[in-house]
Nanobody, 124 residues
Framework: QVQLVESGGGLVQAGGSLRLSCAAS????????MGWFRQAPGKEREFVAA????????SYADSVKGRFTISRDNAKNTVSLQMNSLKPEDTAVYYC?????????????????WGQGTQVTVSS
């Protein structure tokens, strides 16, 4: 059974940083693509970043390019999202997702497994 557990959310001032982690278990994820999505109140879930576990290829939403970095730790089976220069508009629940196909895509419906989410709040 695949489990994705996010951690690291919290409250931070604008300009600050947070690091989210996603602990993955229940499968060998070496052939998967891993993604981060977010959903603000009243808005649809939107793509943030994704990475191919095998190749390391990454993709980012334009709104976070240059500020966020997705990475993986093979030994710990975790995927992280380093978020710098945070803005109030980054406030949302952040979700980790896994896609059995290792191809990196930005559409939420193409991901097979989801975590429960972690709240990120950026104050102005």
């Amino acid at each position: 059974q695949v489990q994705l557990v996010e951690s690291g959310g919290g409250l931070v001032q604008a300009g600050g940083s947070l690091r989210l982690s996603c602990a993955a278990s229940g499968r060998t994820f070496s052939t998967y693509a891993m993604g981060w999505f977010r959903q603000a109140p009243g808005k649809e879930r939107e793509f943030v970043a994704a990475m191919s576990w095998s190749s390391g290829r990454t993709s980012y939403a334009d709104s976070v390019k240059g500020r966020f970095t997705i990475s993986r730790d093979n030994a710990k089976n975790t995927v992280s999202l380093q978020m710098n220069s945070l803005k109030p508009e980054d406030t949302a629940v952040y979700y980790c997702a896994a896609r059995r196909s290792g191809v990196v895509v930005a559409t939420a419906r193409d991901y097979d497994y989801w975590g429960q989410g972690t709240q990120v709040t950026v104050s102005s």
